[in-house]
């Protein structure tokens, strides 16, 4: 089970260095989509002798959302916000790719003291887990554009549902696909939100809304 596990866990994790180092933000919501497909093949991949509907559905699910409706509904607020670049970034993108690969090594030496109450499918499963939730917060608090930060959003819950999937066994499909939902509405709501910045500001800059002052006569 190892082998085919490891192998969507590598790549997971080097979507993660690819985020980072990317300034268009078509490329990350493409990088991102990949991800949410990634998680959908762990989900098999950690079930695959055991052939049941669960896993498949919500595998199929995860596809579907962050493969599918998850990049449509963002590239749909990007072509309507007109951006390509996240352009000033708060750290820059040699920096962030320093950056993240610090946090890789930093998620393999905290796996290997992590004390966990049950054995995990992979060796890899911890470090990408933690080294995604990194990149994930890394990304809300290091990128302006509120798109970008909704794109963090989704790859930190990434990172929680690696550790989750690798880690605990049998939980209840309605509780998997709850948390999913959470997910989607969260993304929905920010999307609007977004949109309603851009037609408001003519701007999705995070750094410039930190500015907004009442109007005083």
């Known amino acids: 089970m190892s082998t085919w596990v490891d192998t ?9 260095l690819l985020l980072v180092a990317s300034s268009r933000l078509t490329r990350c919501i493409r990088i991102v989509a990949f991800q949410g497909a990634l998680l959908g093949v762990i989900t098999v991949a ?41 352009v000033e970034p708060i750290v820059g993108y040699i920096s962030s790719l320093l950056l993240g690969t ?14 966990l109450p049950t054995p995990a499918v992979s060796s890899l499963v911890v470090p990408v887990a933690l080294f995604t939730t990194f990149i994930g917060l890394f990304l809300i608090v290091s990128r302006r554009t509120a798109l970008m930060q909704v794109l963090a959003y989704v790859v930190l819950e990434n990172g929680i549902y690696v550790f989750g999937v690798g880690l605990v066994q049998g939980t209840p499909i309605l509780v998997e696909l709850g948390v999913l939902l959470d997910v989607f509405v969260a993304v929905f709501v920010m999307g609007i939100a977004i949109f309603r910045i851009n037609r408001e500001f003519d701007h999705i800059d995070t750094e410039q809304l930190t500015l907004l002052t009442d109007w005083m006569s």
């Open 46 to 86: 950690v079930h695959q002798h055991e052939f049941l509907a669960r896993p498949l559905m919500l595998a199929a699910a995860i596809v579907a959302l962050k493969g599918a409706v998850f990049p449509w509904l963002l590239s749909r607020v990007l072509r309507e916000a007109d951006v390509r670049r996240e």
């Open 102 to 115: 610090l946090m890789l090594a930093i998620s393999f030496r905290l796996s290997a003291q992590l004390p």
């Open 8 to 16: 969507p866990l590598v790549l997971v994790a080097l979507t993660g």
